[in-house]
């Protein structure tokens, strides 16, 4: 088994680190809010002060982070893992960032003689817990190669997708079309709801047709329950939105659906809900206020 440090210990980085200690891997971990690292002191693991102290020493470098800011923290600032990790280190990215960002560190990291490849994720905290993530990887193919055992601890489907920033790319793919579905879905259980519509039913119609999906299961109930609790923020699934944009710019492609469900993303966040599951924009559609 190989030593890994694993920087950001959130809702998923905390189940995703968890199976990578279960599987038998030397786990030293960095999060930036201390108390998000008791339950792994608590079993032994080495808690370090910086993403620089946990990338030192470590085979493999896993880190899973909110956006391009703090990825370019973590990784290039001043105690960041890149400028610590040794030459051969192999970095798992799993933010959501930017393909630029990805190429940029994968860059940066290169001219160390470190390997860095984008290793997005697709899936939410069940699927973090399970193991059963769908992991997207861009990068180089013999540095990939030799991450199957850690990749391997956290997710079901581990897939190289091509170059640096490949990963990126196709996760904020992903990520438009859930954001697109979860739209649809909110606007759906507002008819459904105002033409008094017997809920299971509907679940088990829409669930098991052609629009059925994971996201149909879990989203129309939350929704019928009034359960925002966040499976995924929807200020992340949001700022998503936007890196899809900027995307979609640079390679001058049309993407009117994608503009508009940003919009109701961006609209739902500035009305505080930002912090609730992404289903939460049916909230902002329908005019209502989360349950206290």
Known sequence: MSTVAFIGLGAMGSRMAMNL???????????????????????????????????????????????????????????????????????????????????EVAFEARAKGVFYLDAPVSGSMAQAQARELVILVGGDQAAFDKAQPVLAAMGKMVRRIGDSGAGATLKLINNMISASLTVAIAEAAQVAEAANLD????????????????????????????????????????????????????????????????????????????????CAVFLQAAGEKPKA
Not at 35 to 63: H, L, M, Y
Not at 84 to 89: P, R, V
Not at 212 to 227: A, C, V
């Open 21 to 103: 200690h279960a599987a038998g891997h030397v786990l030293k971990v960095f999060n930036r809010n201390k108390e998000k690292t008791k339950s792994f002191a608590d079993k032994g693991i080495q808690v370090c002060e910086s993403p620089a102290a946990a990338a030192k020493g470590a085979e493999f470098v896993c880190s899973i982070v909110s956006d391009d800011v703090a990825t370019r923290e973590v990784m290039l600032g001043a105690n960041g893992a890149v400028a610590a990790a040794a030459a051969g280190t192999i970095i798992l990215d799993s933010s959501t960032n930017t393909p630029a960002t990805a190429r």
């Open 199 to 278: 809920r299971d039913a509907a679940l088990e119609v829409l669930g098991e047709g052609a629009a059925g999906s994971r996201l149909m299961k879990t989203k129309l109930p939350k929704i019928f329950k009034r359960d925002f609790s966040a499976q995924f923020q929807l200020e992340l699934m949001e700022k998503d939105l936007r890196y899809f944009l900027a995307l979609a710019s640079e390679l001058d492609r049309p993407v009117p659906i994608a503009s508009l469900v940003r919009s109701q993303y961006q609209a739902a966040k500035r009305a505080q809900f930002g912090k609730l599951d992404s």
